[in-house]
C-alpha cells in the first residue's frame, strides 16, 4: 500500500511563490510521482511528473518556466515549486503514485492519490 501527503498549499498574492510537498511511504519503487490539480468546477488535470531517478521530468504547458519539480529520495519527498503565481493557478493540488504506465502525464497512470492541498492565488 502507498501513503501520500502533501502540504505547502495556502493564500498568496498573485507575482508570488509556494512549495508544495508530497511525502511518499510503501512501494513505490523507482517510478513517477505526479502532480495534479484540479479547479472549482473544472476536471483535473496534469501539472508535473518525475521520475524518481532524476532522470526525467514532464510539465504541463500552464507550468512551463514558473513550475518545478524536484525529488528528495532520502526523504521520499517530492516538491513542486511554483513562481510568478496567477489566480489561474488556484485549485487543489494532488500528488500521485503507483505509476502503471506512460505517458505520466494521464490520470489513468497512477493508482494512488493523496489528499490534496489547497493553493489560492489572489489578484
Known amino acids: 500500500q502507498v501513503h501520500l501527503v502533501e502540504s505547502g498549499g495556502g493564500l498568496v498574492q498573485a507575482g508570488g511563490s509556494l512549495r508544495l510537498s508530497c511525502t511518499v511511504s510503501?512501494?513505490?519503487?523507482?517510478?513517477?510521482i505526479g502532480w495534479f490539480r484540479q479547479a472549482p468546477g473544472k476536471e483535473r488535470e496534469f501539472a508535473a511528473a518525475?521520475?524518481?531517478?532524476?532522470?526525467?521530468?514532464y510539465y504541463a504547458d500552464s507550468g512551463k518556466g514558473r513550475f518545478t519539480i524536484s525529488r528528495d529520495n532520502a526523504k521520499n519527498t517530492v516538491y513542486l515549486q511554483m513562481n510568478s503565481l496567477k489566480p489561474e493557478d488556484t485549485a487543489v493540488y494532488y500528488c500521485?503514485?503507483?505509476?502503471?504506465?506512460?505517458?505520466?502525464?494521464?490520470?489513468?497512470?497512477?493508482?494512488?492519490w493523496g489528499q490534496g492541498t489547497q493553493v489560492t492565488v489572489s489578484s
Open positions: 500521485s503514485a503507483g505509476y502503471k504506465g506512460p505517458p505520466p502525464t494521464r490520470m489513468e497512470a497512477y493508482d494512488y
Open positions: 510503501g512501494r513505490t519503487f523507482n517510478t513517477y
Open positions: 518525475i521520475h524518481m531517478s532524476g532522470t526525467s521530468t
